[in-house]
């Protein structure tokens, strides 16, 4: 009961000394005294516009700054993508390259054979032969064997064997960095190709040219990166 006794003699008297300054500031005619009721108000204006701009900044990005993360978000993507297949073009490159040397390792274990068994004239078939039945285990994206095929006769990322030509075929999938040479198609042609030498010995060299190794190399030229 006691606080609220001062509570009220407090209002009382800054009622009387509000009522006292009003009457100085009007009536008195000293400009020097502001309007307690126009500061008030410009105070409380003042308040309302720092109140909304703390509202407007606590939503939310605004619309430049949402483009400016759009274009970033855009632009790193992009360069990651390009990454991705760049690397994905890459491992084609070596996995074909994988098969490759295998089937040079068993056209050189036949060979061998061939040569230990006394067997030299089965050569000739050899060269004519379809490189995969060398191999004791396919590739998993060896597609067959098909005559004179095209680029539609197995999907990219496969091996194929040219009955016309007797050539091995691997159709690229990711070609972005292949120069494939002169028939400008997205694939790489290998065939069998034997290594041929005169004698060096004084009393052979009149002698036809002998087999001295046989390869397994592409039919043109190309470059891949």
């Given at each position: 009961m006691?606080?609220?006794?001062?509570?009220?003699?407090?209002?009382?008297?800054?009622?009387a000394s509000l009522s006292r300054v009003r009457e100085r500031g009007w009536g008195g005619g000293n400009s020097s005294i502001v309007n307690p009721e126009r500061s008030s108000r410009s105070l409380s204006h003042g308040n309302h516009t720092a109140y909304l701009l703390r509202v407007q900044s606590s939503?939310?990005?605004?619309?430049?700054?949402?483009?400016?993360?759009?274009?970033?978000?855009?632009?790193?993507?992009?360069?990651?993508?390009?990454?991705?297949?760049?690397?994905?073009?890459?491992?084609?490159?070596?996995?074909m390259e994988g098969v490759v040397g295998a089937i040079q390792s068993a056209l050189i274990l036949q060979y061998g054979q061939l040569q230990t068994r006394g067997k030299s004239s089965d050569i000739a078939?050899?060269?004519?032969?379809?490189?995969?039945?060398?191999?004791?285990?396919?590739p998993a994206n060896y597609a067959g064997e098909f005559f004179e095929p095209t680029l539609k006769s197995?999907?990219?990322?496969?091996?194929?064997?040219?009955?016309?030509?007797?050539?091995m075929v691997y159709l690229v999938r990711n070609g972005t960095h292949l120069n494939p040479g002169a028939g400008h198609q997205p694939w790489i042609r290998f065939?069998?190709?034997?290594?041929?030498?005169?004698?060096?010995?004084?009393?052979?060299?009149n002698n036809?040219?002998?087999?001295?190794?046989?390869?397994?190399?592409p039919v043109e030229s190309?470059?891949?990166f």
């Open positions: 006691r606080f609220r006794i001062k509570d009220q003699g407090s209002r009382i008297k800054d009622q939503k939310g990005f605004t619309l430049i700054e949402l483009i400016v993360v759009i274009i970033i978000i855009v632009t790193l993507m992009g360069f990651f993508m390009n990454r991705v297949s760049f690397y994905q073009e890459q491992a084609e490159k070596v996995a078939t050899l060269i004519q032969d379809n490189p995969m039945n060398w191999m004791q285990k396919k197995a999907s990219s990322g496969n091996w194929i064997f040219d009955l016309k030509t007797r050539e065939h069998v190709v034997t290594q041929l030498e005169l004698s060096r010995l004084p009393s052979l060299q036809p040219p002998e087999l001295t190794g046989i390869l397994f190399e190309y470059t891949w």
